[in-house]
T-cell receptor, first 114, second 114 residues
Framework: QQQVKQSPQSLIVQKGGISIINCAYE??????FPWYQQFPGKGPALLIAIRPDVSEKKEGRFTISFNKSAKQFSLHIMDSQPGDSATYFC?????????????FGTGTRLTVIP | DSGVTQTPKHLITATGQRVTLRCSPRSGDLSVYWYQQSLDQGLQFLIQYYNGEERAKGNILERFSAQQFPDLHSELNLSSLELGDSALYFC?????????????FGPGTRLTVT
């Protein structure tokens, strides 16, 4: 059972455009929602994360929007650049000492066309 | 560079064999996680250790085992290998104290079973 659902599977955006990736979760006990960026042959790199007590978090060109009632969250990449071309994973977990493994979405392959 | 190191980078072995993957967490991080990434299953959580103790188990096969040593490095042992075990294996670490639950991933070990 996929605890975190992610869409779209792939995304093609023109340079300078906005990339939007969506995720939905089922478990209301989740209280930590990170996004990871992965380049081919590399490990996932933590990009930005949000807790459910805020509806939006922005870091540079990356913004997470969070809708607690709908159990959805999304990543917006503003002014997308060719260097942003990578696979993006959303994830969810509980913030607790001990069992706090991440449940990942299936990933979105982003291609930014120059 | 996340500060998490993994060895070896690549491993090619035959079916039925046993291998050991090694992970050194970021300095001061108490928790180590192992994840498997394959094309058909995505990023799947295997097992978590916190300060030497097993804290959570995911879909880890009985042929797989792990441990965390007093110096906090961890090893993942895979035995009776099958073709389907070919995947990327990632280690992540987390401080899990003072409200810090971010997980940082290593570069991974690519396992090929022939």
């Amino acid at each position: 059972q996929q605890q975190v659902k992610q869409s779209p599977q792939s995304l093609i955006v023109q340079k300078g455009g906005i990339s939007i990736i969506n995720c939905a979760y089922e478990n209301t006990a989740f209280d930590y929602f990170p996004w990871y960026q992965q380049f081919p042959g590399k490990g996932p790199a933590l990009l930005i994360a949000i807790r459910p007590d805020v509806s939006e978090k922005k870091e540079g060109r990356f913004t997470i929007s969070f809708n607690k009632s709908a159990k959805q969250f999304s990543l917006h990449i503003m002014d997308s650049q060719p260097g942003d071309s990578a696979t993006y994973f959303c994830a969810a977990s509980k913030r607790q000492t001990g069992a706090n493994n991440l449940f990942f979405g299936t990933g979105t392959r982003l291609t930014v066309i120059p | 560079d996340s500060g998490v190191t993994q060895t070896p980078k690549h491993l090619i072995t035959a079916t039925g064999q046993r291998v050991t993957l090694r992970c050194s967490p970021r300095s001061g991080d108490l928790s180590v996680y192992w994840y498997q990434q394959s094309l058909d299953q995505g990023l799947q959580f295997l097992i978590q250790y916190y300060n030497g103790e097993e804290r959570a188990k995911g879909n880890i096969l009985e042929r797989f085992s792990a441990q965390q040593f007093p110096d906090l490095h961890s090893e993942l042992n895979l035995s009776s290998l099958e073709l389907g075990d070919s995947a990327l294996y990632f280690c992540a670490s987390s401080a899990q104290r003072d409200g810090s639950y971010e997980q940082y991933f290593g570069p991974g070990t690519r396992l090929t079973v022939t």
